[in-house]
């Protein structure tokens, strides 16, 4: 059973940063993803990395400004976010992927385990 404890969120103003962290217990998933939900929206997928061979992959909204990584030894997946906007504001949600295909994925459809959020706020 994964379990994913998501950790570092909270309010910053624009411009600032904020890191991420995503502690995981349990193995088995090919992918790790970060998604978000902003008030009465959809949740959307943000960053992803594939666990064989640590490739990543952004959504266009927070390319060049977001970094997701990883730590085999620690088990943890993170999201550096700098030159944070406005609009980043969010609930910020940990995802386990278990399918074979999951390399580059941003789809909600194709995330298995989900933690229980972290809070981001970014004041203008």
């Known amino acids: 059973q994964v379990r994913l404890v998501e950790s570092g969120g909270g309010s910053v103003q624009a411009g600032g940063s904020l890191r991420l962290s995503c502690a995981a217990s349990?193995?088995?998933?090919?992918?790790m993803g970060w998604f978000r939900q902003a008030a009465g929206k959809e949740r959307e997928g943000v960053a992803s990395?594939?666990?064989?061979?640590?490739?990543?992959y952004y959504a266009d909204s927070v390319k060049g400004r977001f970094t997701i990584s990883q730590d085999n030894a620690k088990n943890t997946v993170y999201l550096q976010m700098n030159t944070l906007k406005p609009e980043d504001t969010g609930m910020y949600f940990c995802a386990a992927a278990f399918g074979l295909y999951c390399a580059g994925s941003l789809s909600r459809r194709d995330y298995n385990r989900w933690g229980q959020g972290t809070q981001v706020t970014v004041s203008s």
């Open positions: 349990g193995y088995g998933f090919n992918c």
């Open positions: 990395i594939y666990n064989n061979g640590g490739s990543t």
